[in-house]
């Protein structure tokens, strides 16, 4: 229901112009999930996947739920690769005092590197909408910001980072977990130095 009057004066030039052309999508796509990439998604899940619950009022459907499978994806895949990346790293043994040698295993030697720390600054927001922009996704999704002059305080970066993440939950319900976790691999954490 809406007001028959503002009851606030029209922001001046507050106007933000959406994508709306699907040419551009797909390019987008293509470039975010390799050669093919615009024909892996349905045409409404490519658009669901950039579409975030502030665009028209979130009457059309929207990215959150898409947003929360490709998060929780991406954490295990940065969690897996932080553990493969701290096997690769030589283990650093301080002598004891009492000449104790601590118990070691093979399986136990990743999980040095792996903590609420490391992967919370490795799935940082700024960094994952950084790997979103270059994407280009910034030129496709669709939003309302709250001051289209100054989108960095309007949010944009939680909006970049969780179309990413919807793009990768898309992926997941429409191709499989393998193909996904590949995408999430390749197409997000390797470009942040996260290498598998």
Known sequence: MVAPFRARPRPLNNQYVVNEDPRKLDQVY?????????????????????THKSFDHGRRGYNDRLAFLGKRIVELQTSLGLIHSRLNAPASVTADQYGRTPFQHPALDGLEGLNQTSRAEMIECARVAGVAERYGLLGVIRWKPRKADGLITSGVNLVLSQALYAVVG???????????????RERILSPMGLSS
């Open 30 to 50: 293509t470039k975010l999930l390799g050669n093919g990439g615009e024909k892996m998604l349905t045409e409404e899940v490519k658009w669901l996947a950039v």
């Open 170 to 184: 898309a992926v997941a319900l429409e191709k499989g977990g393998e193909v996904a976790n590949r995408i999430a």
